[in-house]
C-alpha cells in the first residue's frame, strides 16, 4: 500500500460521517415538523373530538419551526420550501385556489347528477359566506404547514442531480402515508396519491410552492363547505364517491399541465 492512499483514507472517512451526519439532520429536521404536525391530531383521534384552538395553535407553530429550520440550513427562512417571491406568484396562487375550488365542486357533484344523492342547504347566503370566510381562514394553516411537510421540505434537500420524476412519486408516497389516520382505505389512498402527484409536480413545474399551496387550499375550502355546510342524502349506495374525486384530480392534473404548455402560470425566475 503506498503513502498517498494512506493519506487518503481520513479523508475518505471524514467524508462518509459528513455524509451520515448531514442525513441524519435531515431526517431529523422532518421528525421534528412530522410530530408538530401530527400532535394535534393525535390528541383530537384520541379524545374523538375535534379540539380546533389546538390544532390551528400547532398549525402556527409548525410553520414558525420550518421558518427556524429554514434559517438554520440555508438562511432563507420560507425560501427553504419554495415560498419566495410572493407578489410574483400571487397570481399563481390566485389560479391554484379557484383550480382547488372547481375540481372539488365538480366531484362534489357529479353523485348528484347521476342521481346518487341530493344536496341542500339550510342556511341564508350571509351565513354561508361567514362560513366559507371561516373554513378559508381555518384551512389556511394547516394546508400550508402539510405543503411544506411532504413537498417543500424533500424538494430542499433533494439533490439537483437526482431525476426530479422520483421525487413527484416520493412526495405523493408520503403524503398519502401522512394521513396517518385513513391508509387503511384503498379509495381514499388512490385520490390522496394522485393529489399528491399533481401538488408536487404543480411545485416543480412552476419552481414555486404557491400554486401546489393554492390548489390545496382551495380543495380543502370546497371539502369543509360540503362536510358542514351542504346537507347530503344519499340515494343510492355505491361506495365510488372517492373514486370520482380521484378522477377529478386526475382531470385537474391533465388540465393543469395543458394550461402550463400554454403559459397560464409564472415560472420562478430568481
Request: charged share 15%.
Amino acid at each position: 500500500m503506498d503513502s498517498s492512499s494512506i493519506k487518503n483514507e481520513p479523508e475518505m472517512n471524514s467524508f462518509k460521517i459528513s455524509g451520515i451526519q448531514k442525513i441524519a439532520a435531515v431526517l431529523v429536521g422532518f421528525a421534528i415538523l412530522f410530530s408538530v404536525y401530527h400532535f394535534p391530531e393525535i390528541l383530537q383521534n384520541h379524545y374523538q373530538k375535534p379540539l380546533i384552538l389546538l390544532f390551528e395553535s400547532c398549525m402556527l407553530l409548525f410553520t414558525f419551526v420550518a421558518f427556524i429550520i429554514g434559517k438554520q440550513k440555508f438562511k432563507n427562512g420560507f425560501r427553504m420550501y419554495g415560498l419566495g417571491g410572493f407578489r410574483q406568484h400571487l397570481g399563481n396562487l390566485a389560479k391554484g385556489l379557484i383550480i382547488g375550488i372547481v375540481i372539488s365542486v365538480l366531484a362534489n357533484l357529479i353523485p348528484v347528477w347521476l342521481g346518487w344523492s341530493e344536496m341542500s342547504v339550510h342556511l341564508d347566503w350571509n351565513q354561508v359566506l361567514f362560513q366559507i370566510l371561516l373554513f378559508a381562514i381555518g384551512t389556511l394553516l394547516p394546508s400550508l404547514a402539510e405543503d411544506i411537510l411532504t413537498r417543500g421540505y424533500l424538494k430542499a434537500f433533494w439533490p439537483e442531480r437526482w431525476n426530479t420524476n422520483r421525487l413527484i412519486l416520493l412526495s405523493a408516497v408520503v403524503y398519502v402515508l401522512n394521513h396517518i389516520f385513513r391508509i387503511n382505505k384503498p379509495d381514499v389512498m388512490l385520490y390522496l396519491f394522485i393529489l399528491g402527484l399533481f401538488l408536487m409536480w404543480a411545485f416543480i413545474a412552476t419552481g414555486s410552492l404557491w400554486l401546489t399551496l393554492g390548489i390545496h387550499w382551495g380543495s380543502n375550502i370546497a371539502y369543509q363547505f360540503f362536510t358542514n355546510v351542504v346537507t347530503t342524502d344519499s340515494l343510492k349506495e355505491t361506495g365510488m364517491e372517492n373514486y370520482i374525486l380521484a378522477g377529478c384530480y386526475a382531470l385537474g392534473f391533465g388540465l393543469v399541465i395543458v394550461l402550463y404548455k400554454k403559459h397560464f402560470f409564472n415560472y420562478k425566475t430568481d
